[in-house]
Nanobody, 124 residues
Framework: QVQLVESGGGLVQAGGSLSLSCAAS????????LGWFRQAPGKEREFVAC????????AYADSVKGRFRISRDNAKNMVYLQMNSLKPEDTAVYYC?????????????????WGQGTQVTISS
């Protein structure tokens, strides 16, 4: 079955960096675009970034553009999220997800499989 397992979360100070990883299994990895979402307490899950099947194109939420970078390694079935210049408002549980549609979707309804999430906490 499809499995997505996130890792790399933690507690860092504002201005710091974190790198999240997502290990995928149970499907042909290179056939799917993948994305990262996040959900803060009391808020809806929101789009962070998405990357195409080849890794040649990506899309970002305005709130993270220029600070975060999504990448993937199709040989290792891994997707990554490098997060720099972190802010307290980046605090959330971060989820890796597999798309069900083509292109670079941003809506959670366009993603059919999700990981369990990893907590990211940014202190001020």
């Amino acid at each position: 079955q499809v499995q997505l397992v996130e890792s790399g979360g933690g507690l860092v100070q504002a201005g710091g960096s974190l790198s999240l990883s997502c290990a995928a299994s149970g499907f042909t990895f290179s056939n799917y675009a993948l994305g990262w979402f996040r959900q803060a307490p009391g808020k809806e899950r929101e789009f962070v970034a998405c990357i195409t099947r080849s890794g040649g194109d990506a899309a970002y939420a305005d709130s993270v553009k220029g600070r975060f970078r999504i990448s993937r390694d199709n040989a290792k079935n891994m997707v990554y999220l490098q997060m720099n210049s972190l802010k307290p408002e980046d605090t959330a549980v971060y989820y890796c997800a597999r798309t069900t549609s083509s292109g670079l979707p941003r809506r959670a309804t366009n993603f059919g499989s999700w990981g369990q999430g990893t907590q990211v906490t940014i202190s001020s």
